[in-house]
């Protein structure tokens, strides 16, 4: 439903390289950063940006056709929704413009578990209220097949957030073609079955289960775990320093940054070390570390 062949292209600072990918019906996720030219990659899918050479195909048609347009939804970082309008108006000016029979806006939203927010103005929403607006517009449109979406669990309402995974599995199971891009491994592992790291404009490993790609990146790994305060931090940073297969590790107040050669070995170390040292974590997540980045300011080993 999605072919890049050879397709290059630069809208500053970001830059495409001769990237070629096909993605069918299901969930992929692209994994990198702004930096590296996904945010520019959906936006050529979109047909929001033209490729300097290579060639774009959605759905079967060019990306800038109308037709296709209609049915590929893209929910950006920041999205832009119309302040004048109510959130239940919005929904229907969107079911309008793709042609689709008009819904009750409150059920498009349930989708998400914010059907609270329809009677809302749009002006007077979050910004995670507002992503996860576009994204329930997104998911529950009858329309859509192509849906791309930038950072989906990061600044999205918390009600929705607990739904987003499953929706979007939901999704690519009808048959639709979902791309995400995130910066997240576990992110990328709990939405997609097809990962893809891009980097410095170019698609570098491919992989359906995203514990192959924990050697992708040359530069190792990273665990972020957010423990409950700074004397549970600090307990934490203490058994690290003990631990195999870290080779840094950085305190940030109650959040500890500890690096290694393995994504796998990493987190299996980390984990080790919460057991062992008693502690009850908020939260854990391990990320690649790319190009251009430093482990942590302070790092100690």
């Known amino acids: 439903m999605i072919v890049l062949e050879a397709v290059a292209a630069r809208r500053r600072p970001l830059a495409l390289a001769s990237v070629s990918v096909e993605w069918g019906p299901g969930v992929h996720a692209v994994l990198g950063r ?42 950006p970082l920041d999205p832009a929704l119309p302040d004048a309008l109510r959130v239940d108006e919005t929904l229907a000016l969107a079911a309008a413009l793709r042609g689709e029979d008009a819904q009750d806006p409150a059920e498009r939203l349930r989708v998400l578990g914010i059907e609270a ?38 600044a999205m309402d918390p009600r929705a957030a607990a739904l987003v995974p499953e929706r979007l599995r939901a999704r690519g199971a009808d048959g639709w073609t979902v791309v995400v891009l995130t910066a997240s491994s576990h992110d990328a592992g709990a939405i997609a079955d097809d990962h893809a790291v891009l980097r410095r404009g170019a698609i570098t490993a491919r992989a359906t289960a995203i514990e192959a790609l924990s050697g992708a990146s040359p530069l190792g790994a990273r665990v972020r ?18 631990a195999a297969d870290v080779e840094a590790v950085a305190l940030d107040g109650a959040c500890v940054v500890a690096r290694g050669p393995d994504a796998l070995a990493l987190a299996r170390s980390v984990g080790r070390s919460i057991v062992d040292a008693g502690l009850d974590v908020a939260e854990l997540r391990v990320d690649p570390v790319l190009e251009g980045e430093t482990s942590s300011p302070g790092a100690t080993t």
């Open 34 to 75: 702004r930096e590296d030219g996904g945010a520019l990659l959906l936006a050529i899918v979109a047909g929001a940006a033209r490729p300097r050479s290579g060639r774009v195909t959605v759905l079967g048609g060019g990306p800038r056709d109308p037709a296709v347009r209609a049915r590929v939804a893209t929910v």
């Open 117 to 154: 927010l329809a009677a809302r103005a749009v002006r007077s929403l979050s910004l995670p209220e507002a992503r996860a607006v576009a994204l329930a517009e997104a998911v529950s449109s009858s329309r859509v097949r192509v849906l791309l979406v930038e950072e989906p669990l990061l």
């Open 225 to 242: 775990v957010a423990a409950h305060d700074s004397n549970d931090a600090r307990a934490l940073v203490a058994a690290l320093a003990r």
